[in-house]
């Protein structure tokens, strides 16, 4: 359906290959309605096997429950009447999909693009279907027949069903806008926003309410329902009011998160409402509960054991490499490959400066399954602890997260399996994250973080022989731009890349697997927009806070030396003066060093290194590090504290005033029948005066009185109670983003259809670094090995396939794997399901591959039955070599 605005906005040369392909959506006379009789007599002859076996079920209970006449009874039978409507509709359109959905193919041996995936979710949609009434056919003569549920369930598979069907119709659309190139990017002007205006409204409830999860393995849907009731309730705390306190909150999680659990509709609202309103705030918020301290405490109760898990802080300062014998600088205009160069051998390596300035350190974190010869922070080692020699090989990680949360200690659990199953190191970054620091801060930090590796190969336990890239999600797109860092200028590139569920587009270039999002438990639509918005094309006022930012900090920078003093001075006299400051500051150290190590060794000191804990040498103490000649001695400032503070003379006589003239006794609060009279006499007296101006006091005595009675206590104790459960379980509203100058403030539960078109109203910079896919041939063509790891239900797999294939055309060496049934991020949930765990060993035994190195066989090692125990140490803070 093409409304006035888009049919205005679209020319005849536009609308005129919609309307033909409308006739695709509509061949073959798609039949009407069916009444009771038809639906006897009737199955359409080119239905599916599996498309067969549910339209009869369906024809048998629409039998059934027309002799209902019940309203439960009546509604069933209407359901099943509409669902077989809908099969019919998505058994020819998946038919004319599947005749053109091998030609997206990567290749004969790995099927998979974003057509065949809405073809396996409609199958697995009417897999899940079928299940639903063979259910309904063995308990609809019991005599506690649960009439009420199965209606419910029936009309949420036959609403799935039509919104899947409204999904394949978009499909067809994009096919005619790509049918000439054979790309599942659509190409010319065609925009998602453009493809959304053209069809129907695609109801998103259906896919977060009772169907949830249909479409992956059992292990795996537990772990999304249960994400899913997480997101719904963290929400109701989220946007709750900031004077309710911890009790009050811990209270409405507990009773949300059973009603979302008993309520899937409304818990269905509730999530598609938060996708479509919540801003990026929310997103962050709810996904850094995995950074929580219990979340930190996991992994190394249930993980793999490794001995080396440290946080090293890299500092701010060029770098120099040796440049690539066979490096050729592009010559195109206005490129500054060669600037701040010292010498045509040597390469100088900035330090990040984007949007937060420089001086900045950068986080990493470094773990190794064994303690290595040479590697930071280990010391000296007695003659029968002798360490493992440097291994030849080194993995460096970037998480995902969506450019705007996690971190590598979120990324450790799968993490330790790999070093343990790779043997050799693992270097992960903590990057920058948006809003705050957006494109291309992130990338800035990462390649830095690459350069200080190729400097430093010995601190880290290897030799750095192999080097392999990793990364999942916004970390792989990270890592495909490190590499294209160093072709552009001249440093070594890695020997490999692992690429997991990567987005190689950042472009709202609409595609079939995209459209996944959609219905996607982990990745909402609403969400990718916003990570993507966040960190490619930030807000104007996020730019100008940085910028604000960037300029003090020069400011500082530059400032004459006593007033840089005098600044410390007073900052150190604010701080001291502050219990609040030191407090907060304290318990931010020991946060850090309850799962960080501070490293130091002979060659390499720190200056701000404390608590560090080192390996104990016998007559040799020239590994050992001072620790009380680093400390900076603790100045106390005393604060004097007056017994009698001025006084502000007329501050002071409005006070008395107000007091003489509002403030109740307190012997006359107990106010009673039995001393009505007194009070009478004391106001007689002179000690009270009632006036007109003094209701205030009238209506207060009158309350102090009722309350005193058993009635007026009862009453107010049930008012206490009501007003406390209203608090405990009230559903506060979104306050989304400003759009047309209003606030958006539509309640997070109401059923509001929504197009998303809305959030495309921004545009993206085609930059190489931030889209690989836009990088030229001459740059891709030097690309090391590849192997990307995708889902075939994953919103970025189109981008995974159109990047192998581009690859694949220069001649490069790459390897493509689609998995069946996992979600996007399922590397997260190892511990939790049996499908993400074999999916992890797939990501092992790639990069084995690619590290050239054996599977580790399950041998007594002579360290581990030294040493079972995981080496932990406060974070260090390196200082340059």
């Keep these: 359906m093409i409304d006035a605005a888009s049919a205005e ?23 009407q309605p069916m009444n009771g009789k038809d639906t006897d007599s009737h199955i359409p ?74 073809i396996y979710v409609t199958n697995a949609c009417i897999t899940h279907g ?78 977060y309410g009772r169907c949830l999860g249909f479409q992956y393995g059992d292990s795996i849907r537990g772990v999304l329902r249960f994400l899913g009731i997480s997101m719904a309730s963290y929400s109701e705390s989220y946007y709750s009011q900031e004077g309710d306190g911890a009790i009050v909150k811990t209270t409405r999680s507990l009773w949300t998160s059973g009603k979302y659990l008993m309520n899937p509709e409304l818990r269905a609202r509730r999530i598609v409402n ?22 930190h405490k996991l992994p190394s109760i249930v993980g793999s054991s490794i001995k080396v898990n440290r946080l090293i802080e890299l500092p701010a300062e060029p770098l120099k490499l040796p440049r690539r014998k066979d490096f050729k600088p592009l010559e195109t205009p206005g490129n500054d490959v060669n600037q701040n160069q010292g010498d045509d051998d040597f390469v100088e390596i900035p330090v990040p400066t984007a949007h937060l300035g420089p001086g900045l350190p950068v986080s990493v974190r470094l773990l190794s399954a064994k303690r290595r010869s040479g590697m930071l922070g280990e010391g000296r080692y007695r003659g029968w602890q002798k360490p493992t020699p440097p291994s030849p090989s080194i993995l460096f990680h970037c998480h995902g997260g969506g450019f705007v949360a996690q971190s590598s200690k979120s990324h450790e659990l799968y993490l330790r399996d790999w070093a343990v199953a790779l043997d050799c190191p693992i270097l992960s970054v903590d990057y920058s994250l948006a809003p705050e620091a957006p494109f ?38 990270l890592s495909i731009g490190v590499a294209l860092k160093c072709i552009e ?78 600044l410390n001075s007073s900052r150190r006299t604010s701080m001291a003066r502050s219990p609040l400051t030191l407090l907060e500051a304290n318990t931010e150290q020991d946060d850090e060093s309850s799962d960080t190590f501070a490293s130091a060794s002979a060659s390499y000191h720190s200056q701000t290194v404390e608590r560090t804990e080192l390996p104990n040498s016998e007559g040799d103490n020239s590994s050992c590090v001072s620790f009380e000649d680093d400390s900076q001695p603790i100045v106390h400032y ?11 003379t007329a501050s002071a006589a409005y006070i008395d005033n107000f007091l003489d003239k509002y403030l109740i006794d307190t012997a006359t609060i107990e106010v009673t029948e039995e001393t009505a009279a007194e009070a009478t006499q004391v106001q007689a007296n002179g000690h009270a005066k009632i006036s007109p101006d003094d ?39 979104i306050h989304g983003s400003n759009v047309m100058g209003q606030q958006d403030v539509r309640n997070m539960d109401a059923l509001i259809a929504r197009s998303p078109s809305e959030e495309f109203a921004f545009d993206v910079p085609r930059d190489p670094f931030l889209s690989p896919y836009w990088a030229s041939d001459e740059w891709l063509s030097q690309l090391p090995e590849t192997k990307i790891l995708t889902l075939n239900m994953d919103p970025c797999l189109d981008d995974c396939v159109m990047f192998a294939k581009k690859l694949k055309r220069l001649g490069r060496q790459i390897d493509l794997e689609i998995l069946e049934g996992l979600p996007h991020g399922f590397l997260n949930f190892t511990m939790l399901s049996n499908e993400a765990m074999e999916g992890s060993k797939k990501c092992i035994r790639s990069l084995q591959t690619l590290l050239q190195v054996n599977p580790k066989l399950k041998t007594n090692d002579k360290e581990s039955s030294l040493d079972d125990e995981e080496s932990s140490s406060p974070s260090a803070s390196l200082a340059a070599s």
């Design 9 to 31: 906005r679209g020319s005849p040369k536009f609308i005129a290959p919609f309307n033909d392909n409308l006739k695709l959506g509509h061949q073959n006379d798609i039949p």
């Design 638 to 648: 005393p604060i004097e504290i007056s017994a009698d503070p001025p006084k502000d």
């Design 440 to 477: 291309p801060r992130a990338l800035q930090e990462v390649y830095y973080a690459y350069c200080w590796l190729l400097n430093n190969t010995e601190l880290l336990g290897t030799t750095a022989e192999r080097i392999v890239c990793a990364g999942d999600s916004a970390g792989a797109n």
């Design 130 to 207: 079928v299940g639903i009434c063979q259910q309904l056919m063995a308990t609809r003569s019991a005599m506690f027949f649960r009439k009420k549920f199965y209606m419910k369930e029936v009309e949420a598979c036959s609403q799935l069903l039509s919104s899947l069907c409204t999904c394949m119709q978009y499909l067809l659309i994009l096919r005619q806008w790509s049918a000439s190139t054979g790309d599942l990017f659509a190409c010319g002007n065609h925009t998602a926003e453009q493809l959304f205006e053209l069809g129907d409204t695609i109801n998103q409830y259906c896919f």
């Design 45 to 118: 002859a080119d239905l599916q096997t599996e498309y067969r076996t549910l339209f009869a079920a369906c024809q048998d209970h629409a039998a059934f429950f027309a002799r209902d006449h019940t309203e439960l009874g009546q509604r069933l039978h209407a359901a099943h009447i509409a669902w077989q409507d809908f099969i019919v509709l998505a058994n020819r359109l998946v038919l004319q999909i599947e005749a053109f959905a091998h030609e997206y193919d990567f290749d004969e041996q790995t099927p998979g693009n974003g057509y065949r995936s809405f």
């Design 274 to 295: 938060i996708s479509q309103n919540a801003k990026i705030d929310f997103c962050k918020s709810f996904w850094f509960l995995a950074e929580s301290e219990m979340m």
């Design 695 to 733: 209701d205030i006091l009238v209506e207060t005595g009158r309350d102090l009185v009722a309350i005193d009675t058993l009635q007026g206590r009862l009453q107010e104790a049930v008012n206490n109670i009501t007003n406390t459960l209203n608090r405990c379980t009230q559903s506060y509203a």
């Design 489 to 566: 200028q001249g440093v070594r590139v890695p020997d490999g890349l692992f690429l997991a569920y990567c987005p190689t587009l950042v472009s709202f270039v609409p595609s079939p697997a995209r459209l996944l999002c959609l219905m996607d438990p982990l990745l909402p639509f609403g969400f990718m927009m916003r990570c993507l918005r966040a960190y490619a094309a930030p807000a104007q006022e996020t730019l100008q806070e940085n910028a604000k930012h960037v300029e003090d900090a020069a400011q500082i920078r530059n400032a004459p030396k006593s007033n840089v003093g005098s």
